[in-house]
Each structure stands twice: as structure tokens, then as C-alpha cells.
């Protein structure tokens, strides 16, 4: 209780003690300080009337004794003096009875305002818990103000207390059915996010294909395909208004194929095929190694292999006694290494683990960096290099893979028999090469020379899906001056790591 309410108390105890003092001594005692008083001034005046009377019976002894009139007066007063005393005793009586009664109402008082202050706290804890819980979802109190509360009957506040925690039951209520329908809304949004299962991302081994051979090729009727994903088919046409390919597409995804030409157009993004398209018996047909290893990990909107992308493996091409390209005073192993650490230093920010293959001028020889690969288990390998050409044009963007078994190079024609470790993951390279080759693209603006497939050592023998990106030509010379600078370099940066988030996004 306040300092001053306790000051209060004890003055009234204090004096509530000295009342019970003065009501004992009423009681048990038959006169007061204040009646010994009067009474011995009762005696006093009694001794000296009787002196008085026993001097003038003395000195007047021989005149005369008190008179009967003079007895019954002053025994008349005495009895008025007693009537007093009694009096004054009742009084004393009342006010004892009085202040116990006060003190009583004070007792209550304070028990009452103690048990409101209660009650008051409990209604703002509930709330505030309202307030917290889901704002607006369950009605305000009738009465939340603290005077209101104060004022309050107590059954008004018991009534008030019962509401606050049913408001807060209702709350929890509310809370819980919001969260179960966020998780059912979540359920609902995960089934219908299109998965290997989905009649949109089919298992590659269910769905129904045409197939047939052509020069020891195998083919898939691209009509089949275009129907297990849910893609409308159309042929392209030339000037002259004769087939020159074909087009599957919806809304989202679009591919282009070639009657002519290995090179296709995938969402935008020039992809090589391993193969052109076939027409037989005016029947559209693509290789079914390209539609395994390249088309499917393209139109598909989940991998169908689990795999990871904490660990990063970069590799800054050539070094050391190794120049690589070179134009004048611009060497491609010092680019290489620039855009290796920038890509480096923008991955371990995102909280990537990046394992570089070589961080100064140094040469590990193509071997080493395989070994380093197969060492460190990295979850994707990316190599670095600026491409040259002894003609000045060419200019733009190249991301390359391993070679699928079955295909061939983009600039060759001998078709790949032996599997090597970076076919284990034929088409996570696909998408991984797409998604980095559209990410760099993007971010430059640079010429899209495609995703290409090439017997490269490091990304043929890597454990882990691989690419090696070609980030410009150090040969001609608008391009080198991009190459060499910080802006573009960092360009090229952003651009594979927007490619490393669309690759993500595919990943289980
Ligand atoms: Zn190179």
C-alpha cells in the first residue's frame, strides 16, 4: 500500500490502541483520570465540607449542627457529578464504538481496492494478449479504461474478468484456426506446385512416346512430348513457306527446334541439341538423348535427382605458366581470377562454402583440378574463361557442359561412347548451363552464343553438375575493354549468381 495509506494505517492503529487503553480502563476500572479527578474534587469539597463543618462544629460547635436542607444539597450534587461521570463514560463508549467501526471500513476499503487493482491488471493483461494475438479478429471489451474498472462492483469486475478470458480463448481460437488454414493453404500450394509426379512434370519413364531409329540414332515423336507436358505443337516455317522446324510451347515455356541446324531456342536462351530435328514421313522427331539430357531438365519445373548447392568449386581457367588467351597486355588468367574472387566473395556473403581451384598465379594442371573436385565433393563446379578467336568479330556468351553419351560436340560430329563422372548428371548440367548462360545474358545484355556441349576435362570429370562459362571474347577489342573492367566483371557476377538462383529453384 502507498506510504501515506500506511502512515494512515498506523495513526489509526496508534490510535486505535489508546482508545482500547481508554475503553479498558472505562471498563475495567470504575473511574477515569478524569473521574479520579472529579470524584477527588468530590472528595475534596466532601473532606472540606465535612472540615468546614467539623471547624464551624468546632468553632461553632456551641452554635449549631449542619442543617438536613444542607445534607440533601450537597448530597443532591454529588449525585450530579455521578450522572456526569456516567455520561462521560457512555461517550467514551461511543467513540471507541465508532472508531472501531471506522477502522473496519478502512480494512475493507483497502481489501477492495487491492482485489480491484487485481482484477484491473488481469482485464489489461487480456488485453493486451488481444492486442498481440490477431488485432481486430475478436471484439473489444465493454470496459477497458482504468477509471471505468475502478469503479467497478465487484461482480462487474468478475463479470469483466470472465469476458477477458473468453476474449482470450476466442483469440487462441482464432490463432489456432488461422494457422491450420495457413498450413492447408500451404499443402494446397505445395500439390499444386507441379512436381515429378504432376501431370505437368511426369515421370519421364510413364509417359508414352513413339520412338524409332534413324542411322542408329534413337528418336521420340516430338507431338508426344509436347503432349506429356502439357506444350501445343507447330511447325515453323521458312520464307519460301516450307517446314523449317518445329515449336512446342505455353504460356511459360516455349522451345524451338531446327530441321537444319543443332541449334534450338529454349525460353529465349539459344541451346544447342546434340542433334536437328527429324522429319519422317512428315512426322516431327527429336534424339531421345536430347530430349533425356537436354529438352526435359529445360521444360520440367523440378529435378528429378536430389541433389544439393551448399558447396561451390570455382575454378579460375589457366594461370601461372599458362596464359590462356591473350591480346596484347590483356591475359585471360588474369580476368579469370578477377571474376573468380569477385564470384567468390558474392557467394560466401550469401553463405555458400566456395572452394577456389587456384586463388593466385598459379597453374593447376587440368588433372589437379579434377582431383580437387573429386576431393573436396563440391556441389556444383564452375569454371571461368574469356574466349579468342584469330578472327576479330566474334563477340558474346558461350556456357559449356559435358558431352551426354550418345551426342555429339557442338563442333563435332563423333558421337561419345564412354560415360565420364559429370554424365551422372547429365541434366542438372543442362539446366545449370541454361540458368547461368540466361543469368549472364541478362545481366550484360552480351551476344547469347548459346549453351554448347564440349569434351572439356575439368567438366567431363567432375563429381558434381559443372559448367564452364565463357564470359567474352578477349579477341575483340570492344569486348576486352568490358572484360578487363570492374563493371562488367561484376555484371558477369550478378548474372551467374541470378543463373545459381533459377538453377536452385529446380533443385528438390
Ligand atoms: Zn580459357
Known amino acids: ?113 487491492k482485489a480491484d487493482a487485481e482484477a484491473k491488471a488481469k482485464i489489461e493483461k487480456a488485453i493486451a494478449e488481444k492486442a498481440v494475438g490477431s488485432a481486430g479478429s475478436v471484439p473489444p471489451p465493454a470496459k477497458d479504461d482504468p477509471v471505468s474498472i475502478k469503479n467497478m462492483s465487484p461482480e462487474e469486475l468478475q463479470r469483466q474478468r470472465q469476458l477477458a478470458i473468453a476474449r482470450a480463448k476466442a483469440i487462441e481460437k482464432a490463432v489456432a484456426a488461422q494457422k491450420a488454414a495457413d498450413a492447408k493453404k500451404k499443402a494446397a500450394a505445395a500439390a499444386s506446385t507441379p512436381q515429378t509426379t504432376s501431370p505437368k512434370d511426369k515421370d519421364v519413364a510413364t509417359m508414352k512416346l513413339r520412338r524409332i531409329t534413324q542411322n542408329k540414332v534413337r528418336y521420340v515423336h516430338l507431338r508426344d512430348v509436347a503432349v506429356n507436358y502439357g506444350l501445343t505443337f507447330a511447325y515453323t516455317k521458312n520464307k519460301a513457306n516450307k517446314v523449317s522446324g518445329a515449336v512446342i510451347y505455353d504460356k511459360t515455356r516455349k522451345a524451338v527446334f531446327s530441321a537444319t541446324y543443332r541449334d534450338g531456342i529454349v525460353n529465349g536462351v539459344q541451346v544447342y541439341f546434340l542433334y536437328s530435328m527429324l522429319i519422317k514421313n512428315s512426322e516431327p522427331y527429336i534424339s531421345e538423348v536430347d530430349f533425356l539430357t537436354c529438352l526435359d531438365p529445360l521444360l520440367r519445373y523440378k529435378t528429378p535427382v536430389k541433389l544439393g548447392m551448399k558447396t561451390i568449386m570455382i575454378d579460375a581457367g589457366h594461370g601461372g605458366s599458362d596464359p590462356g588467351a591473350i591480346n596484347g597486355a590483356h591475359k585471360e588468367k588474369v580476368y579469370t581470377l578477377q571474376i573468380a574472387k569477385r564470384l567468390q566473395t558474392q557467394l560466401e556473403k550469401l553463405g555458400f562454402r566456395v572452394i577456389m581451384t587456384r586463388t593466385g598465379d598459379t597453374y593447376p594442371t587440368l588433372q589437379e583440378r579434377a582431383a580437387l573436385c573429386k576431393k573436396y565433393k563440391p556441389d556444383l563446379f564452375i569454371s571461368i574463361h574469356c574466349n579468342s578467336s584469330t578472327n576479330k568479330t566474334p563477340a558474346g556468351i558461350e556456357t559449356y557442359r559435358a558431352v551426354p553419351v550418345g551426342g555429339t560436340e557442338t563442333k563435332g560430329s563423333k558421337v561419345k561412347t564412354e560415360k565420364q563422372s559429370a554424365n551422372e548428371f547429365d541434366a542438372n548440367n543442362s539446366r545449370l548451363a541454361y540458368e547461368i548462360q540466361k543469368g549472364m545474358l541478362a545481366a550484360t545484355g552480351g551476344t547469347d552464343r548459346g549453351t554448347r556441349h564440349q569434351a572439356i576435362y575439368v567438366t567431363g570429370n567432375a563429381t558434381c553438375p559443372a559448367v564452364l562459362v565463357e564470359v567474352g571474347y578477349l579477341s575483340n577489342e570492344a569486348e576486352v575493354k568490358k572484360i578487363a573492367s570492374p563493371d562488367y566483371q561484376n555484371k558477369i557476377v550478378s548474372g551467374i549468381l541470378a543463373g545459381l538462383a533459377g538453377y536452385g529453384s529446380f533443385l528438390r
Open 1 to 113: 500500500m502507498p506510504k501515506s495509506l500506511l502512515q494512515s494505517f498506523l495513526a489509526a492503529c496508534a490510535l486505535l490502541v489508546s482508545v482500547s487503553v481508554m475503553a479498558q480502563t472505562v471498563t475495567d476500572v470504575p473511574l477515569s483520570d478524569a473521574d479520579v479527578k472529579i470524584k477527588s474534587s468530590a472528595q475534596n469539597a466532601a473532606q472540606k465540607a465535612a472540615q468546614k463543618t467539623a471547624q464551624s462544629a468546632a468553632s461553632d460547635a456551641a452554635k449549631k449542627l449542619p442543617t438536613t436542607e444542607e445534607i440533601a444539597a450537597e448530597r443532591a450534587r454529588l449525585e450530579r457529578m455521578r450522572a456526569a461521570l456516567a455520561a462521560e463514560r457512555a461517550a467514551l463508549e461511543q467513540y471507541k464504538a465508532d472508531l472501531v467501526k471506522r477502522q473496519q471500513e478502512a480494512a475493507a476499503a483497502e481489501a477492495k481496492a
